[in-house]
C-alpha cells in the first residue's frame, strides 16, 4: 500500500501523546515528513522537554504508519518551549518565555530544595532555566547553588545573573551582606523583588523557576499579581497542618487568575539512612488527595531522606551531584510533568492586542 504525505499527516494526527495525553500536532512547522527511499523520516516537534526518549511515543508514530501499510524510518523529537499566557493586564517578559513560581502556605516544607532540583532537572532535561530566589527573609539560592559574590553590572543600570550549575540565578542574598538581616517592610520588599526580576538581564529563558516567599501574606499576594506567571506548582508535606496553609495558597493563586499546574508532597516517608526502612512519619498521600479535592495535577511525592538535605547544604543539590540517585530520578520525573503542563496552557496572544498607555492630559 503507498501513501502520499497528507495521508501520513492525517494518520499520525491520531497519535495521542502518553504525556499530554492529547493528539500530535501536524502543521507543517509541528511535524516534519520526508521521503527516505521505502520509507519515511519523522520530525515531531514537541512543547516541552525531551525526557526519557519519548520511547512509547515513537512505537505509537511507528504503529499508525504500519496501519497504513507505510514504513517509518527515523523518528526524531525536537522541543520547542513557547511562550504561555500569563495574568490579564500583565505581559511576558520578552526574555523568559514562561515564569513559574513555586509556592507554599507555609516555611519548612521544603520549598526552596524543592525549587531548585527542579530547575535543575529542568535543565538536565535540555531546557535554558533560571531562579529567582523571592524569599527576601531567608535567601537559600546562594548557598544551594554554590555561589558567592554580587552581580555584575555592564551599563551600571541592570545585572548579569549569576551561574551555577548551567542556571541563570538572582536572589536578594547575592546583594546583602552574608549576616544582614532583612529587615524590610512589605512596600519595600515588594520593590525590591520586581525591581531584581525586571533588572536582570536574563538570557532566552524557557523557563523560570521562583522561589516565593512562604505564606499568603501581602508579600505572596503583590507577587502573584505583579509578576507575569504561567502558573503556580504547591509544595506541601502530608501533614494536615501543612496541608491547611497548602490550600490557602492555591486558593490565592487562582482568586488571582494563575493557574496551579500541579502539587509536590514532600517529605512524603522518611527514609532511614541506617536501614533504609520507609516510615510516613507525616501522614499519608496527604498531597495527593489535595490535589484530588481541587481537581489539580498530582506531580509526584519527595522522601525525607538525609542525603537530599546534605547535597543540597553542600551546594550541589541532588540533580548534580547524584543524577542517578532515586531521589534525582523523582526531581527529573516531576519536573518533566510540570513542564507537559505547561505546554498544555494557553499560549501568549499579548503580542496580537494593542499597548495600553496612559497619558498625562
Not at 526519557?52 to 515513537?58: I, K, P, S, V
Not at 508514530?61 to 501499510?69: E, H, K, N, P, V
Not at 518551549?81 to 500569563?86: E, G, L, W, Y
Not at 525525607?304 to 551531584?321: F, K, M
Request: aromatic share 4%.
Amino acid at each position: 500500500m503507498s501513501a502520499n504525505i497528507l495521508d501520513i499527516r492525517e494518520a499520525l494526527s491520531k497519535v495521542i501523546d502518553p504525556d499530554t495525553r492529547k493528539t500530535l500536532p501536524v502543521t507543517e512547522s509541528e511535524l516534519q515528513i520526508r521521503p527516505a527511499g521505502d520509507a519515511y523520516d519523522i520530525t515531531v516537534t514537541l512543547g516541552y522537554p525531551l525526557f526519557n526518549g519519548q520511547d512509547e511515543l515513537r512505537g505509537r508514530i511507528c504503529d499508525a504508519l504500519a496501519a497504513r501499510g507505510v514504513r517509518a524510518g527515523a523518528v526524531d523529537f525536537v522541543s520547542a518551549i513557547r511562550t504561555h499566557a500569563v495574568q490579564r493586564g500583565l505581559r511576558p517578559l520578552d526574555s523568559v518565555r514562561n515564569i513559574i513560581a513555586v509556592a507554599s502556605g507555609k516555611g519548612g516544607v521544603g520549598k526552596s530544595t524543592t525549587a531548585v532540583n527542579l530547575a535543575l532537572a529542568l535543565h538536565a532535561q535540555g531546557a535554558r532555566v533560571g531562579l529567582l530566589d523571592a524569599d527576601i527573609y531567608g535567601p537559600s539560592v546562594p548557598i544551594m547553588l554554590g555561589l558567592s559574590g554580587k552581580p555584575k553590572s555592564v551599563d551600571g543600570k541592570s545585572m548579569e545573573p549569576l551561574i551555577g550549575h548551567g542556571l541563570q540565578a538572582n536572589s536578594i542574598g547575592f546583594l546583602m551582606d552574608d549576616d544582614g538581616p532583612a529587615i524590610w517592610r512589605g512596600p519595600m520588599v515588594t520593590q525590591a523583588l520586581t525591581q531584581l526580576l525586571s533588572l536582570t538581564n536574563w538570557h532566552d529563558l524557557d523557563y523560570m523557576i521562583v522561589d516565593m516567599p512562604p505564606g499568603t501574606g501581602d508579600i505572596a499576594l503583590t507577587m502573584a499579581q505583579k509578576v507575569p506567571l504561567t502558573g503556580a506548582v504547591i509544595v506541601t508535606t502530608p501533614q494536615d497542618l501543612a496541608l491547611a496553609d497548602a490550600r490557602k495558597g492555591l486558593v490565592m493563586f487562582q482568586k488571582v487568575d494563575v493557574p496551579v499546574l500541579g502539587i509536590v508532597e514532600n517529605m512524603s516517608v522518611h527514609i532511614c539512612s541506617n536501614c533504609g526502612h520507609a516510615e510516613p512519619i507525616f501522614g499519608q498521600d496527604g498531597g495527593r488527595q489535595l490535589a484530588a479535592a481541587y481537581n489539580l495535577p498530582w506531580l509526584g511525592a519527595l522522601p525525607l531522606q538525609i542525603d537530599i538535605r546534605s547535597e543540597t547544604d553542600s551546594g550541589r543539590p541532588s540533580v548534580v551531584a547524584s543524577p542517578e540517585g532515586a531521589a534525582a530520578k523523582l526531581y527529573q520525573e516531576i519536573a518533566h510533568r510540570l513542564a507537559v503542563h505547561v505546554a498544555g496552557q494557553p499560549l501568549d496572544d499579548s503580542g496580537s492586542r494593542p499597548r495600553v498607555v496612559a497619558r498625562k492630559t
